[in-house]
């Protein structure tokens, strides 16, 4: 909660510390509400029981069903006074009690009476109630009046018609649409609201149709709009449609430029505002477009209105992300900004700078920050942290002094975020920019001396284990991390054995001391820790070869942990032992699309039903029960189920493709919708002449098909072995259909064949390639050498945007991305998007893709290939080629 | 969207909350992320002057009327501008149903009012009024100025 603090403009004349509402309770409230039902209604007590009602919903007390019905009936018997204010306040608590379905009805015919009132006030306001609590049946009795109230001549009522318009447009679209032309017609409206209101009702209305919004823009960007909020959307607008329309125009001339540039103009900041943003953000803006917005709001930077202060800096912050140069004329008023007392516009002025700054202006702009960063909150703080890293990656000849501001904050206080974006932050600049490497690591060793954070205290462990070994002088880290062992919790203490080894492992002239410091662990209090030390030290003291010890200390983990847990769990103790190689590698676990029918009959001998199978182990399993597909040996993949039926359809059917290294196995999941029927001797009739390296080898049908009960049948395919063989199959569910009595449930005797077409399906080369990421790419990508490595350039075409380039390649390969690197920030001219999976035959793959778009929206990419296998890394270049 | 609407008294007790889209589950969120914003940024500040923070997408005006302070919060087409709009027509009708800038009692003693004028103002998350003289004859069932139809 916060601390009281002190008031400015304290009414000593009033009677203070004394709210009118202290001890209200619900319950005496309610009690109060009777007063409602009296034969003589006092208008005024009635006025403040409703104000105490409100007052409870408003400080999120809520009401029983009974309750509320209880309330609203009560207070549809105020509508019998004719006293203007209780009116008002009763179309304000019906509202907030909104009344169900079945109460509406008591308070329909007060209201549509109310709503053909003469006085317009009822009129506007049995508009907003009605809308709030009506529905579709009762919109339709209305509607005349609803038409009628939007070309009020009263701006109230015809405000009111066109919100609820807005909201109606929700829940029912088809009625509101056919408002148009009133709508179209209040656009019109010499009253400001009212062309706003109507204004983004039209444009809802229309908003998937590209021509009728071009129209509408074209037709108001030449017209007066009176309202500056108005205003402010037909800028919105016309920016939609800018952006529609640019890839059609040739001449290069942007149509609508003139009216957002004249907007900057107005005597409104709100619409100057608006117009310099949606400059700002124009697809391919240049430099000329650029410099009148950026004057705009560089006038508002010195602006007295906070306000206008922070959506200046906010807008020019993400201007300087894309075009740095053009933000440089602001940073003499940005700077000015720092001591700013709003600490928002404060944080958005420095991270800009940092954007904008040059190298010579680094060290004095370092000195501006670290008076800053004492009086501002954590997630302030963050923000510039980010700021600084990416600017020591522009600038690493500045490593030295930025790299000491971090570990200067790193020693002051902070909580567990900001810490940790500064350790980020300090391990990302040691990993690419080889000089702070030493420095870096010093600075996390002294961080570690006194972390509170068990968690970063692990990380750093963890990255000293790497990094250290490889430094000049690995011996005077070992202080520091010797000194976990005595003084921290046992989850640092397991970290730091761990830590210790590596270094015993990567460092001959260390193992002998490592030794000396890991035997002492062995009489730690936790098992952890001494189960740790003795693992390293068996390890370390082998006579194994030493590649494998380092492949078991610094080899990656290629198994997702949900899986690994998952299979430890279904392990049962036996004599033979746990074998991590049976662990699935595919990070997304499928859930097999059959689901066994709720309530269905238990099994005759009356056991529980076998649990549903819900992993890739379960289709191991599965297919593995089937003897035709037992001798196809591994599972290598199953893909997600694909539906080959449109959704409720009298059969569903989708197919899960089972790879093997020399088959392919379709599982077809079926479900009867149709209780009239029973379907028998169910199979799929696959005809695979697009797909010619595939040979049918075995069908298996499915015995019955009853209604809602789903069953599957397979089809099986060889195909020549590790070859990634692509290919079209057409299906077509063939069955026996028998009729089923609904009241007894059985069946006829006789059935009759029947046939049911089903959608294509295609196995495509993603099908043969796990999903499997790594944790760190940069270092697998080093670790994998370039040996197997093929790069090459592609044109891809003209494209919507990168990021449907970039999406388009992924789901072609059928790779993982990694490091978040499948999102493309908007408006971005290149990427980078790194990928890494299994192929068939179990070869790792790693991907390196570049993406560049030019003005037409032309997309190039890079692809560069690392795998175990050149044959694989060719097939990868064959994948992208063909595709 | 206008997200919400948030009214509390300098010790952060809420007088007044209304939600437009934020699912319940968040509002506790809300609640407690505003009057810490408010704790950490309004000591000592003016009367009406504006603050403006933005937190992901959705942005956030606040300010200290009397003895009240005051929050909205907005996301799309309601930024930081259009939130400074509607923070003026929601001081501006709060100090004509008050009389004056509200003391909380003041505030609470006109609680009725100040709930019609929001109802005037914001209804369902837009914003539908936005001058103090119509939303006075309007929460009293007048009809709005003649020269303005």
Same mark, same amino acid.
Do not use: I, K, M
């Given at each position: 909660m916060a601390q009281p603090f002190l008031k400015k403009d304290d009414d000593h004349d009033d009677e203070v510390d004394y709210s009118p509402f202290l001890g209200i309770e619900k319950g005496a409230v309610l009690q109060e509400a009777?007063? %409602?039902? +009296?034969?003589?209604?006092d208008p005024r007590r009635c006025s403040q029981v409703i104000t105490k009602l409100l007052y409870l919903l408003n400080q999120g007390e809520t009401f029983t069903k009974v309750e509320a019905t209880e309330v609203f009936f009560a207070v549809t018997k105020l509508f019998q006074s004719r006293d203007l204010g209780l009116r008002r306040m009763v179309y304000v608590i019906i509202k907030e009690l909104s009344p169900s379905a079945d109460e509406v009805i008591i308070v329909t015919s007060s209201l549509m009476k109310d709503m053909t009132s003469k006085t317009d006030m009822y009129r506007a306001n049995a508009i907003r109630v009605l809308c709030q609590i009506t529905d579709g049946t009762l919109l339709t009795q209305i509607e005349r009046y609803l038409k009628q109230a939007i070309v009020d001549k009263n701006p109230v009522v015809a405000s009111a018609a066109l919100v609820s318009g807005i909201h109606l447009l929700q829940t029912n679209p088809e009625i509101v649409k056919r408002w148009s032309n009133e709508v179209q017609e209040a656009v019109q409206s010499r009253a400001a609201l009212v062309q706003f209101h109507a204004l983004a009702l039209l444009h809802q209305i229309r908003q998937n149709d590209r021509l009728a919004v071009n129209k509408l823009v074209s037709s108001l960007t030449r017209g007066s709009v009176r309202s500056p909020l108005a205003q402010c959307l037909l800028i919105r607008y016309t920016s939609q449609v800018i952006r529609e329309s640019a890839s059609n125009t040739q001449t290069g001339d942007r149509p609508f430029y003139d009216f957002l540039e004249g907007c900057l103009r107005h005597k409104a900041e709100m619409v100057i505002f608006e117009a310099a943003r949606a400059i700002t953000e124009l697809n391919g803006v240049t430099s000329r477009e650029l410099t009148s917005a950026i004057t705009v709001l560089q006038l508002f930077l010195s602006s007295t209105k906070p306000v206008l202060r922070f959506a200046a800096v906010r807008t020019l912050n993400k201007v300087a992300m894309t075009h740095p140069i053009a933000v440089t004329n602001c940073n003499i008023d940005m700077e000015s900004l720092i001591s700013d007392q709003n600490r928002s516009i404060a944080t958005l002025a420095i991270t800009t700078l940092l954007k904008t700054g040059n190298e010579s202006s680094v060290d004095r702009l370092m000195k501006q920050i670290t008076t800053f960063m004492s009086d501002i909150a954590d997630e302030f703080k963050i923000v510039v942290i980010e700021a600084i890293r990416s600017l020591c990656l522009k600038f690493p000849l500045k490593h030295r002094s930025l790299m000491n501001f971090l570990s200067n904050i790193l020693r002051e206080e902070g909580g567990f975020e900001y810490k940790k974006a500064i350790v980020d932050s300090i391990v990302i600049l040691i990993r690419d920019i080889p000089e702070a490497k030493e420095s870096g690591l010093l600075h996390l060793c002294e961080f570690i001396e006194d972390c509170e954070f068990t968690y970063l205290s692990t990380q750093i462990l963890h990255f000293l284990g790497i990094e250290g070994p490889k430094t000049s002088d690995p011996s005077k880290y070992i202080r520091y991390i010797y000194n976990r062992v005595h003084l921290e919790n046992a989850t640092v203490r397991a970290g730091a054995v761990s830590t210790l080894a590596k270094f015993g492992a990567m460092v001959d002239s260390l193992k002998p001391r490592i030794f000396v410091l890991l035997r002492r662990c062995l %009489? +730690?209090?936790d098992d952890e820790v001494r189960d740790r030390a003795t693992l390293y030290l068996n390890t370390l003291g082998a006579d194994g070869a030493v590649e494998d010890m380092k492949e078991f200390l610094f080899g990656s983990l290629d198994i997702p942990l949900v899986n690994l847990e998952r299979s430890l769990k279904n392990y049962e103790p036996s004599e033979e032992s746990f074998d991590i190689n049976s662990v699935p590698k595919e990070v997304k676990i499928q859930a097999l699309a059959e689901k066994k029918a709720p309530g269905k009959k238990p099994t005759g001998l009356g056991g529980p039903p076998p649990a549903p199978p819900s992993t890739i182990d379960a289709y191991e399993k599965l297919l593995s029960s089937i003897p035709e597909f037992a001798n196809f040996g591994k599972l290598f993949k199953s893909s997600a189920p694909v539906e080959l039926t449109e959704a409720e359809t009298e059969y569903a059917v989708n197919v899960v493709k089972h790879i093997f290294d020399g088959h392919v196995v379709f599982q077809y999941n079926c479900t009867n919708t149709i209780p009239e029927q029973l379907l028998e001797n169910v199979t799929v009739i696959v005809d695979?002449? @697009?797909? @010619? @390296?595939f040979a049918e080898v075995a069908s298996k049908p499915l015995r019955s098909l009853p209604y809602d009960s789903p069953g599957q049948t397979f089809v099986a395919f060889e195909k020549p072995e590790g070859v990634p063989a692509v290919g079209k199959f057409s299906n077509m569910l063939r069955f026996i259909v028998k009729e089923v009595d609904p009241s007894t449930g059985e069946a006829e005797d006789d059935g009759v064949e029947d046939e049911y077409q089903l959608e294509e399906l295609e196995v495509v080369a993603a099908d043969y390639m796990l999903k499997v990421g790594v944790s760190n790419f940069r270092n697998a990508w080093e670790s994998m050498g370039p040996d197997c490595e093929r790069v090459d350039e592609y044109d891809l075409g003209p494209r919507e945007n990168l990021a449907e380039a970039v999406n388009a390649v992924i789901n072609l390969l059928g790779m993982q991305p990694c490091e978040g690197t499948e999102v493309v920030p908007s408006n971005s001219r290149s990427h980078t998007c790194l990928l890494s999976g299994v192929y068939i035959g179990n070869v790792k793959v790693l991907v390196r893709l570049q993406f560049g778009i030019d003005g037409p929206k032309d997309v190039a990419m890079k692809l560069a290939v690392r795998s175990e296998d050149e044959a694989v890394s060719d097939a990868i270049h064959e994948i992208v080629a063909s595709g | 969207m206008l997200l919400a609407i948030l009214i509390s008294n300098f010790a952060g007790n809420i007088l007044l909350e209304r939600f437009n889209g934020v699912p319940s589950e968040e509002r506790l969120h809300w609640r407690t992320f505003l009057v810490k914003l408010g704790a950490d940024n309004l000591k000592g500040a003016r009367n009406e002057e504006l603050f403006v923070s933005s937190q992901k997408s959705v942005y956030i005006v606040y300010t200290v009327l009397g003895g009240v302070c005051i929050y909205i919060v907005g996301k799309d087409e309601y930024d930081e501008l259009a939130l400074t709009e509607v923070m003026f027509v929601i001081t501006s009708s709060i100090k004509d149903a008050c009389g004056k800038s509200p003391s909380e009692r003041l505030f609470l003693d006109k609680y009725g009012k100040i709930c019609l004028c929001l109802d005037e103002i914001v209804w369902k998350g837009i914003l539908e009024n936005t001058e103090k003289d119509r939303i006075k004859r309007l929460i009293g069932l007048k009809p709005p100025n003649p020269t303005e139809i």
């Open positions: 009777r007063v %409602f039902n +009296d034969p003589q209604l %009489f +730690d209090t695979a002449s @697009e797909a @010619e @390296e | -």
